[in-house]
């Protein structure tokens, strides 16, 4: 038998950059992740204020900003912490698992929820009339439920298959956070399986999940265009690009890293900083600049801190 020594601590290379770059990439992640996080902060809070708002909708969009919020959280500090400081880089072999689980964990919840928010949207505007019973609050907190285990179900899958191979050296993973692709180019035994397994896992998660978004959207576009008033046509169409906007900026990323042949370093690292900076910060701008709801909810905490303040 030979001697083997496994790696204990990985060391995140980070985004290829030019060093003079640090302090400026530093300053605006900095930036979009505090916008990121305040920003879902005052949805969740607006939700919970507003009566009005306490809806199928809105009870999914709240596990939605809860979800973006800390997926943001589970890659932006760390990628801060590589660009302030070169020992900033390193991360153990645990933490690099534990950040690999909640960011699949996190992402595929997500994409179910995606799921189940086009389902809810053609519920709603297909079968209004049933609307009303066919969701009530049950009904809502089992669907949403069951997006989190299914995630939480997936990703142990994609982690275990990940972490079960033995790593003994080099250490350095081309990327500014654990993920699955880089991670197992560096192990020290033959990959083919688990690259077939994560592919096909991830390809049937997303896959499935958008196929049955696109079906969910051909019914309700068929649906509005019988809707005989143009406002009514309007209001509708205004309430699902909103959400098409937000799911294609989540699975047009996802399939260019996961699902394609062969992969680059270079190029995922910045399609991933897309899905994992940006994608977050776009549900609170596009739900709140593109809502009338929301934004009269806001007005109306904002004049309730007023009044509040003036007493």
Same mark, same amino acid.
């Given at each position: ?7 204990? !601590? ?5 985004? =290829? ?39 199928? /909708? ?8 809860? &979800? ?21 880089? /390193? ?5 690099? /698992? ?29 079968? =209004? ?27 142990? +899958? ?26 197992? %180019? ?7 399986? #688990? ?24 019914? &309700?576009?068929?649906?509005?265009? %019988? ?18 906007? +937000? ?13 394609? =042949?062969?992969?680059?370093?270079? +190029?995922?690292?910045? +399609? ?15 739900? !709140?600049?593109? #809502? ?20």
């Amino acid at each position: 038998m030979t001697n083997r020594s496994f790696v204990t !601590t990985f060391i995140l290379m980070g985004l =290829p950059h030019a060093p003079a770059l640090d302090i400026p990439l530093f300053t605006i992640f900095l930036v979009i992740y505090v916008l990121t996080v305040m920003g879902n902060l005052l949805i969740l809070l607006v939700i919970m204020v507003d009566s009005h708002l306490h809806t199928p /909708m809105y009870y999914f969009l709240t596990n939605l900003s809860f &979800i973006d919020m800390w997926f943001s959280t589970v890659t932006v500090p760390k990628m801060l912490m590589t660009l302030g400081s070169p020992g900033g880089r /390193m991360i153990s072999f645990h933490s690099c /698992m534990a950040q690999l689980y909640c960011f699949h964990f996190l992402g595929s919840t997500e994409c179910f929820l995606y799921t189940v928010m086009s389902y809810d949207r053609y519920l709603a505007i297909s079968h =209004p009339l049933r609307y009303t019973s066919m969701m009530r609050g049950r009904t809502c907190a089992l669907l949403a439920t069951s997006t989190w285990l299914s995630g939480s179900l997936h990703s142990a +899958v994609q982690t275990t298959l990940t972490f079960r191979l033995p790593y003994c050296g080099p250490s350095q993973i081309q990327h500014y956070f654990c993920d699955a692709p880089p991670i197992l %180019k560096l192990a020290c035994a033959d990959t083919s399986v #688990n690259e077939m397994v994560i592919f096909v896992n991830i390809g049937v998660v997303a896959s499935g999940c958008f196929l049955l978004i696109v079906l969910s959207y051909v019914s &309700i576009v068929c649906s509005i265009l %019988k809707i005989r008033t143009s406002e009514g046509r309007h209001r509708a169409f205004q309430t699902c690009t909103s959400h098409c906007i +937000v799911v294609l900026c989540f699975f047009v990323p996802c399939v260019f890293i996961y699902l394609r =042949p062969g992969s680059r370093d270079a +190029v995922d690292g910045v +399609v991933a900083v897309f899905y994992t900076v940006l994608t977050p910060l776009l549900n609170p701008v596009v739900y !709140t600049l593109r #809502n009338k709801e929301v934004k009269k909810a806001l007005l109306k905490l904002k004049d309730k801190i007023t009044q509040s303040q003036s007493k």
